[in-house]
């Protein structure tokens, strides 16, 4: 089975403090992603990365960076927290090119931001 | 931003009952359409997905119907069973045009004994 592990279940954090959210996966996969959860809104896209070293905005990338300096570990970094970034956020794997859209998602992070 | 509008938002069905969840997209490029399933504290996980070339897919008692002329698509639950309480999404993508997954809104459907 696909393992998407993600480091904190929960955090509170205080307006502008650096935030990072850690993944980790477990299959090899060469895509990985971010989406953040809010009601009525569904899932929408932070950033994704195909490749070690590589990303491209989603739909949402305002506020938010990423790293990933290893093909198993794809991190969220939020560099001055905000209210409004308050969410739940999801990380997702995927397998190559063929397959990038069969994601696999971890349990999520619900952050706050006091 | 490509849009999937889902409905309902939230749904009440009693056990053995059919639960219907709709969903309709714009973009006529996309040519995948997952379903993913939310429990509590969990990630979603696909549930089970179509490709246009077929106007119905079924695994035990979840279906996928699709309508590609009127770019709707709609997750049919039958026998619907408390365990099936759950947030479900709806999805959309295209392989070939390079989208990524754009999702709905999101149903809570909640089966009552």
């Known amino acids: 089975d696909v393992k998407v592990t993600q480091s904190s279940r929960y955090l509170v954090k205080r307006t502008g403090e650096k935030v990072f959210l850690e993944c980790v996966q477990d299959?090899?996969?060469?895509?990985m992603f971010w989406y953040r959860q809010d009601p009525g809104l569904g899932l929408r896209l932070i950033y994704f990365s195909y490749d070690v070293k590589m990303k491209e905005k989603g739909d949402i990338p305002e506020g938010y960076s990423v790293s990933r300096e290893k093909k198993e570990r794809f991190s969220l970094i939020l560099e001055s927290a905000s209210t409004n970034q308050t969410s739940m956020y999801l990380c997702?794997?995927?397998?190559?090119?063929?397959?990038?859209?069969?994601?696999?998602f971890g349990a999520g992070t619900r952050l706050s931001v006091l | 931003q490509q849009q999937v509008k889902q409905s309902p938002q939230s749904l009440i069905v009693q056990k053995g009952g059919i639960s219907i969840i709709n969903c309709a997209y714009e973009n006529t490029a996309f040519d995948y359409f997952p379903w993913y399933q939310q429990f509590p504290g969990k990630g979603p996980a696909l549930l089970i997905a179509?490709?246009?070339?077929?106007s119905e897919k079924k695994e035990g008692r979840f279906t996928i119907s699709f309508n590609k002329s009127a770019k709707q698509f709609s997750l049919h639950i039958m026998d619907s069973q408390p365990g099936d309480s759950a947030t479900y999404f709806c999805a959309a993508s295209s392989d070939f045009g390079n989208e990524k997954l754009t999702f709905g809104t999101g149903t809570r459907l909640t089966i009552i004994p």
């Open positions: 997702a794997s995927s397998r190559g090119l063929a397959e990038i859209n069969i994601q696999y």
């Open positions: 299959m090899d996969h060469e895509n």
């Open positions: 179509i490709r246009p070339d077929v």
